[in-house]
């Protein structure tokens, strides 16, 4: 049975018991942290439609390498299409980015770390596609401080690729599937992570919690 999409009048989303137990012990303690069924299937399902609709209207765009007036198309490297949120776009994005206020005071609250603000964009792999191992933050520029991960694909198998590796330091290689609902934060100047090539369409929410510039 087909999901009821997500409105206004569904009830309000929060953080779970789960995320608030251990979500920044386990940044402080291993660098990432992982949390399935973060959104409700709701609301997981009516953010996949919205970044259907967006590749199917050529809303998404290559995305690029590098910052400033000069990021560069090196689809060797990075092969993703994106499309950056803005507040008020519709009612699905607008409760995704009020999860993530919650998620910035929460973070603030327990580990110190004065973010003061987040920036999103939908990420969309096609078959193929995928992201050469890096880092989150940039050379000349230390704001991004905490990237997350929300995945928005139904019916993953792990014969369709597409995981999300971490490079924790002296621990083990994690792979992480992008299985919809499931969440992943972890520090943005520290974890070493790449996209592994997919076999099929991979949608996501791509964020990262910064401090002042």
């Known amino acids: 049975m087909a999901l009821a999409p997500y409105t206004s009048s569904s009830t309000p989303d929060q953080l779970n018991d789960t995320v608030h137990a251990s979500l920044c012990d386990n940044l402080a303690q291993h ?36 910052r400033g007036d000069s990021p560069t198309l090196q689809t060797t490297i990075r092969s993703d299409q994106i499309a950056w949120l803005q507040a008020g776009q519709s009612v699905a994005c607008d409760a995704y980015l009020l999860l993530m206020e919650q998620l910035r005071m929460l973070l603030n609250q327990k580990l110190y770390l004065g973010l003061e603000e987040y920036e999103s964009h939908f990420s969309c792999y096609q078959p193929g596609a995928s992201y050469s191992k890096h880092l989150d933050r940039f050379h000349d520029d230390d704001a991004r401080t905490i990237s997350v991960v929300i995945y928005l694909n139904e019916d993953w198998q792990a014969e369709h690729g ?52």
């Not at 069924?37 to 609709?53: G, I, N, R, S, W």
């Open 31 to 66: 660098g990432w942290s992982q949390h399935n069924l973060f959104l409700t299937p709701a609301l997981a399902l009516t953010l996949a439609t919205e970044c259907v609709a967006l590749r199917h209207n050529d809303h998404l765009h290559s995305a690029r390498v590098g």
């Open 162 to 213: 597409g995981a999300l590796r971490l490079h924790p330091q002296n621990l083990p290689i994690q792979d992480i599937s992008p299985i919809a609902c499931r969440m992943v934060v972890f520090l943005s100047a520290e974890m070493l992570h790449e996209v592994l090539p997919t076999t099929r369409n991979r949608m996501s929410l791509t964020g990262w919690f910064r401090r002042r510039d």
